[in-house]
């Protein structure tokens, strides 16, 4: 198994980047004759090329492992809403209320990350999932990555957090109003600064936020709410049990928040196993005594709002307490308050992105892998099975983002967005602006017409 202990967030030269990686760029590749290839430059067309045999052979791999999905192009199982889940936040359920369809609903905004000069970036954009192409928009008042941006129930997005382009991580937080396109700074700023937080919308329209890191790289265990109505912050009566960072916070149906992973060191040498449960209506943390399966940061976590799995959270990969990248899985159950393994992905994964397709099946790609290498590749899970083989991406990427369409012209489409892809390696790896659109009916990824910026650590969020 690869190791990345040596993986700190700091900030240097600009940026928020993880360094001290080593060794070359490898991948894992089902074909043989393209595990031969040098990608890299000019080589990456071919394998293009090649990446579309790879991809008829391992969509009918993908059939015959998951026999269900039986008429191609059709999806089978629970319909599900949009959900997009990045290296530092989760999918979770929708909370009670619905937001008011806006001008651009449907529309994909995409804000912040680091660029190709490995600085961070103001700049937005949004994706029409008509004409499959991206065009700018207003800029956030403040550059930033690794921050969190979530929908309310006025249908505005609330952005906080994050590191500026100078590598400071910052308190402040804007919103974005759908009908003029800016993001309008709010006047009161967090409680504290934080980047690789969560943020999640609760049922009462209140946004809980918790962890990430502080000015010096070292993980928090103070949480705070965010209150619409008042447009302020207010931390919560008490912090967490534990210190966490690039760990997940996913909302449970029966309205709480399960908080999960995360490292609690700055050398991120020390990863939690430990899970906890917040309680809006007394705004208390609860540690829950069965431990998770294994540690991890830099996982996603998956809720399944239907189907055998309906109320549960998957958490997937990401880095344990041994360094290693691991290709485990296992789901929480509310019921029993307990965490079960769910079975081995095909490969190790962190830093990767995964959505909840219509069809019901959950979409891993990307992320580094064993070796400290980057990879392409992509897998589904099937809800209550197992999982198997899809077509490759057309690029490589982590830190990236992957966004399920529930409707629309690309529904039961996955959008996947940015990344860094590391041709030359991975203390080459750089942010790239490549897009691609993932289809269930074929189980394939198709490139479409680049981001107007290139992007890494940034957010995906489907308009309501």
Avoid at 141 to 163: C, D, E, K, M, P
Avoid at 331 to 357: C, V
């Amino acid at each position: 198994m690869g190791r990345a202990g040596d993986c700190i967030f700091k900030a240097q030269n600009n940026s928020l980047f993880c360094n001290s990686f080593r060794g070359p760029l490898g991948y894992v590749i089902a074909v043989a004759f393209v595990e031969s290839l040098q990608i890299g430059g000019g080589m990456k067309r071919t394998a293009g090329l090649l990446a579309t045999i790879r991809n008829i052979l391992l969509a009918a791999a993908a059939l015959v492992t998951f026999g269900w999905l039986a008429m191609v192009g059709q999806g089978c199982g629970p319909g599900f809403g949009a959900v997009e889940v990045t290296s530092s936040s989760s999918g979770t359920p929708t909370s009670s209320g619905t937001a008011t369809p806006g001008p651009l609903s449907g529309d994909v905004l995409i804000v912040g990350g680091i660029n190709a000069s490995s600085a961070a970036v103001a700049q937005a954009e949004l994706f029409n999932p008509t004409t499959q192409t991206f065009t700018t928009t207003n800029s956030l008042n403040a550059a930033r990555a690794f921050h969190t941006a979530t929908i309310l129930h006025s249908g505005a997005i609330l952005v906080t957090g994050g590191q500026d382009g100078n590598g400071t991580t910052l308190k402040s937080a804007e919103l974005f109003n759908e009908k003029n396109q800016l993001f309008h700074p709010i006047a009161a700023s967090m409680t504290s600064v934080r980047a690789l937080h969560t943020a999640t919308l609760l049922n009462n329209g209140m946004v809980l936020i918790t962890g990430g890191i502080d000015a010096n790289g070292n993980p928090l265990a103070s949480a705070e709410l965010y209150d619409p109505a008042t447009d302020k912050f207010t931390a919560t009566p008490a912090p967490m049990h534990f210190p966490r960072a690039a760990h997940t916070a996913t909302l449970l149906t029966n309205g709480q928040v399960l908080i999960a992973g995360g490292f609690a060191n700055s050398a991120m040498t020390a990863v939690q196993n430990e899970a906890e449960l917040y309680n809006p209506t007394t705004q208390k943390f609860t540690n829950i005594t069965n431990l998770m399966q294994d540690s991890r940061f830099f996982d996603n976590a998956i809720f399944f709002s239907g189907g055998v799995l309906n109320g549960q959270v998957m958490l997937a990969g990401g880095q344990d307490n041994a360094g290693v990248i691991t290709s485990t899985a296992e789901l929480y159950n509310p019921a029993s308050n307990s965490f079960a393994a769910a079975g081995l992905m095909t490969i190790s994964r962190m830093q990767f992105a995964s959505a909840i397709l219509q069809n019901g099946l959950v979409l891993l790609c990307g992320g580094l892998t064993s070796g400290n290498t980057l990879t392409y590749t992509a897998e589904l899970y099937n809800p209550g099975g197992a999982f198997g083989p899809t077509g490759n991406m057309t690029d490589f990427r982590r830190y990236h983002t992957a966004t399920a369409f529930s409707s629309g012209p690309l529904a039961g489409m996955a959008l996947i967005t940015g990344g860094q892809d590391g041709l030359n390696g991975l203390n080459a790896a750089s942010a790239v602006n490549t897009a691609e659109i993932y289809s269930s009916g074929f189980n394939s990824f198709s490139l479409i017409s680049s981001m107007n910026n290139a992007r890494f650590g940034h957010t995906a969020t489907i308009l309501p």
